[in-house]
């Protein structure tokens, strides 16, 4: 069985909607995930912080507009009366579950089951749409295998265990339709596998049924050698391997949700990104095959802080980073880039959480110096053995650009610099033009 996962622009409008009915209804049978349509997560997203504020008469503004908005959608969407009555009551449903947290102290679970009111209409919409249309349609409610654990991270093992039995109790059907992006906690509350999640989903889902492919349809026609909402011209991939999409994704590219590829290669699932609106294309096709040698993209990474810590003791010392580890594991805080002297040590992280307490402690060992409002630039690909000249390739390419750290030789697939976020378009810019030859 295939997973096809479509995206918000995907699902967007009725017209969208339709058009994702005919792509998948092949008669072959499948999982389709779905994400909310596109806006409504950043409209539950600002409701959610007029909330914390206690600013409710603006977040009854928003919902009032984003149920008006859905209104129309269910009037467009569907033939039949019963239809749009029945398209109705999800949309009142979920509206009135999220208006019940305009009431009272607003906590992290108010916040988490709004946000995933989106996914849980689009997907009711969506079946029934397909229903209304004559296909054996089910949805397939993900709160009921989807989880993470205390680390917040996926708990494969309990979605792989839970998904089978849920797919018997739903029944047979052709199109299995399911929410991304939304799981539970070991609370068992609604929580979600944060910003873009959906395309994680897929693959947990893929992996969970051992899928023959794992689809993630899109509004672009596959992943592109630099990030097109920066610079223009650029190319798509045709074929990338799971490493090289996996740094590409972690590192920025926001085709993808970062951790997406894991799960896929961990049972060598193929990925294949696809164009909602242009179907026949190829799309991007990654596995665990290397397209050839050289330099496949480049992707950028923001809200970087970088930490610099100088300390005498460093010289001649052993221990010293493990000291300086142990702090940023205490406080569960992982870093991405390091970069090491005789005298100091310069890191980065993209979580400043714990910063205050981190930077406390690592006083002890020496002076910290903090940057903030950083970008990793990322250039991936099968580096290593390209002609000789290519670490001056990239710094000729990178001519001007102010660069505060970088990471090279960490694996052969992998060189990154970090520059101040304002200097990031132009970075990208300058690595199209000469060293991707867009
Ligand atoms: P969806 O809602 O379908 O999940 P996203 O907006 O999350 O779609 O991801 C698709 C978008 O990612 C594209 O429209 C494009 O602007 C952006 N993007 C960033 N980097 C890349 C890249 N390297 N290749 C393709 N698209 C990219
Ligand atoms: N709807 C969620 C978001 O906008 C998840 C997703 O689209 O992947 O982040
Ligand atoms: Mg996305």
Redesign the pocket.
């Known amino acids: 069985m295939r997973v096809l996962k479509f995206?918000?622009t995907s699902v967007g409008s009725p017209e969208n909607m339709r058009a994702v009915m005919k792509l998948v209804a092949d008669g072959e049978k499948k999982i389709i995930v779905l994400?909310?349509m596109?806006g409504?997560?950043?409209g539950l997203v600002e409701i959610s912080s007029f909330l914390r504020k206690k600013n409710k008469d603006s977040a009854r503004i928003t919902i009032g507009n984003l149920e008006a908005t859905y209104k129309k959608v269910v009037a467009e969407l569907f033939k039949t009366e019963e239809n749009k009555q029945k398209g109705l009551e999800v949309v009142k449903a979920s509206f009135k579950t999220i208006k019940s947290h305009t009431a009272g102290t607003f906590t992290d679970v108010g916040e988490n089951t709004i946000?995933a009111q989106?996914?849980i209409i689009s997907t009711n919409l969506v079946t029934l749409l397909m229903n209304e249309n004559g296909f054996n349609a089910k949805l397939l409610p993900a709160l009921d295998f989807m989880k993470i654990d205390e680390d917040k991270a996926a708990d494969t093992n309990f979605i792989r265990e839970h998904i089978k039995p849920v797919l018997e109790e739903v029944g047979e059907a052709d199109y299995y339709i399911t929410q991304?992006?939304i799981c539970r906690d070991v609370n068992g509350d609604i929580n979600?596998?944060?910003?873009?999640?959906?395309?994680y989903?897929a693959s947990l889902i893929g992996a969970a049924i051992d899928a023959e492919e794992i689809q993630i349809w899109t509004d672009i026609d596959g992943f592109h050698n630099n990030d097109p909402r920066f610079v223009e011209k650029t190319k798509k991939i045709e074929q990338l391997s799971f490493t090289e999409a996996a740094e590409l994704a972690y590192f920025g590219a926001k085709i993808l949700?970062p951790l997406t590829v894991l799960p896929a290669r961990v049972q060598n699932i193929p990925v294949r990104l696809k164009n909602t609106m242009n179907p026949s294309d190829s799309g991007t096709l990654i596995t665990s095959e290397s397209d050839g040698m050289g330099i496949k993209a480049v992707a950028a990474k923001d809200g970087i802080t970088a930490i610099k810590i100088r300390s005498g003791r460093m010289l001649m010392a052993y221990g010293f980073l493990k000291n300086v580890f142990g702090i940023f594991e205490k406080y569960r805080t992982p870093i991405d880039m390091i970069s090491t002297s005789e005298v100091a040590v310069s890191l980065t992280v993209d979580s400043t959480q714990h910063l205050s307490e981190i930077m406390e402690e690592l006083s002890m060992f020496g002076t910290v110096h903090v940057d903030y409002g950083m970008s990793i630039v990322c250039i991936v690909g099968d580096i290593i053995e390209e002609e000789k000249g290519f670490a001056s390739k990239v710094f000729n390419a990178l001519d001007g650009i102010p660069i505060r750290m970088i990471s090279y030789g960490g694996s052969r697939h992998n060189i990154s610099i970090l520059v101040p976020e304002s200097r990031k378009k132009e970075t990208l810019v300058a690595l199209s033009k000469n060293l991707l030859n867009n």
């Open positions: 995206g918000g994400s909310a596109s409504t997560t950043n946000l989106g996914e991304g992006f979600n596998l944060q910003r873009g999640g959906s395309d989903t949700h």
